[in-house]
């Protein structure tokens, strides 16, 4: 692989850990679990053939059954489910790959179908616009629970036991989801937390519990193996903030103090030029607020994104839909090569298509066999 003059394609160190390269693979829910939301065997060949990504951050991963709401999606919070995961880790590891999990809870964006007919939790009782993805179709989003003051240690504890559990199954570390409209965002953003405790109000209490898990997740498993991922100007999910640069500027200078192995930041997946206090560039906009390491995500190619490396507005760039359909990815931008189109009717569920037969570039039969095996 040349590395002289593509930035993508450098070693970079991340904690204790050295990436063979700089193309990250972003977390995709593809909705592929088994059974009691556990690994199976086609996500670890799923894995394992992108594997020559700097580094993989897992699919979002549940730390309780609480925290759950969509249909054939891993959770990380049994021993089976644990145990399902090294077939994983150890598939990515045998390629010489790096392996995050992320650590996911959805609050509100769930459906009481997923929690026996009880009601999805949030900061507030704040009903989302738009639907739920169910086994047994879309579905009207439901108005949450809000979450007593009371239960949110318990919640923490949560993402903690996640963490743990998730270096029990040999990842290198965890990305606590702090992004798109799920629990941790909806704590953030003022549109979504109307609390008059000590976890909403101020941009100090509404980045409260954002702090206090990442803080827990840092004692449990070390900074060095803790990532965080926030979208600053993310409407995804039906979320919006009065003034998102500030809480979020905020939130940002305050996560320096845990000495992270990465901040993820999401750019924002609509245009957000008209609206006051969003970032149109979220990258460039907060890169001054922190001071590790910063991936930045959302729309970026091989041009790009040696482009904002070679700026040092981003040390690390990741990638989703291109890495879904190139599992191959670094070597093709390596070669300046031709890349596979990725096909959205088989994101989701199913089986082998559309998730382990998109073609390498260069490959014999021996191969591909080892590689969808």
Same mark, same amino acid.
């Given at each position: 692989?040349?590395?002289? +003059?593509?930035?993508?394609?450098? +070693?970079? @160190? ?8 700089? %193309? ?16 199976? $065997?086609?996500m ?9 990504a700097?580094?993989?951050?897992? /699919? ?45 809870? %959805?609050?509100?964006?769930?459906h009481?179908?997923?929690? +026996?007919?009880?009601?999805? %939790? ?13 086994? $047994?179709?879309?579905? #009207?989003?439901?108005?949450? !629970? ?11 504890? &949560?993402y903690? &036991? ?35 405790? !000590? ?8 980045? !409260?519990?954002a ?5 827990? %997740? ?18 995804? +999910? ?7 640069? $500030? ?6 200078? /305050?996560?320096? =103090?845990? #000495?992270l ?9 609509? #245009?957000?030029?008209? @609206? ?10 907060? !890169? ?5 390491n ?15 490396? =070679?700026?040092?507005?981003? *040390? ?32 989701y569920?199913?089986?082998k $298509? ?9 490959e *014999? /039969? @021996? &191969? ?6």
């Amino acid at each position: 692989m040349d590395k002289t +003059n593509n930035p993508l394609l450098k +070693n970079y @160190k991340l904690g204790d850990i050295t990436l063979s390269n700089r %193309v990250i693979m972003a977390p995709m829910t593809r909705s592929r679990a088994g059974d009691g939301n556990v690994a199976t $065997e086609l996500m670890a060949a799923y894995y394992r053939q992108r594997a020559s990504a700097g580094l993989i951050i897992s /699919e979002g991963t549940q730390i309780s059954k609480q925290g759950v709401g969509y249909p054939w999606t891993p959770g990380i919070h049994s021993d089976e489910q644990v145990e399902s995961w090294k077939k994983v880790t150890d598939a990515v590891h045998e390629e010489d790959g790096k392996i995050f999990a992320q650590i996911w809870h %959805v609050g509100r964006i769930s459906h009481p179908y997923f929690h +026996n007919g009880d009601l999805p %939790v949030a900061p507030s009782s704040v009903k989302p616009e738009g639907q739920a993805f169910t086994p $047994e179709g879309m579905k #009207d989003f439901v108005e949450p !629970r809000a979450l007593e003051t009371d239960e949110i240690p318990g919640v923490i504890t &949560d993402y903690v &036991d996640a963490a743990k559990n998730a270096i029990r199954a040999g990842f290198d570390g965890v990305e606590i989801h702090g992004a798109n409209g799920y629990l941790i965002d909806q704590f953030i953003q003022d549109g979504t937390n109307k609390r008059t405790d !000590r976890y909403g109000g101020s941009k100090k209490n509404r980045a !409260r519990f954002a702090l206090e898990v990442t803080e827990a %997740v840092t004692d449990a498993i070390g900074s060095n193996r803790t990532g965080i991922r926030l979208s600053p100007s993310g409407e995804f +999910n039906d979320m919006y903030d009065s003034n998102p640069k $500030e809480i979020f500027t905020y939130l940002i200078e /305050e996560l320096n =103090q845990f #000495d992270l192995a990465y901040l993820h930041l999401v750019e924002p997946l609509s #245009d957000v030029s008209d @609206k006051p206090n969003y970032a149109s560039r979220v990258a460039e906009c907060y !890169r001054p607020a922190f001071k590790g390491n910063l991936i930045a995500c959302g729309g970026y190619d091989r041009e790009s994104g040696m482009a904002i490396l =070679q700026k040092g507005t981003a *040390d690390l760039i990741a990638y989703a839909r291109l890495f879904l359909a190139n599992p191959d990815l670094p070597e093709r931008f390596a070669a300046d090569a031709e890349l596979n189109k990725p096909e959205p009717d088989t994101f989701y569920g199913g089986d082998k $298509e559309g998730y382990i037969d998109y073609p390498f570039m260069n490959e *014999d /039969e @021996k &191969d591909k066999e080892k590689a969808i095996a």
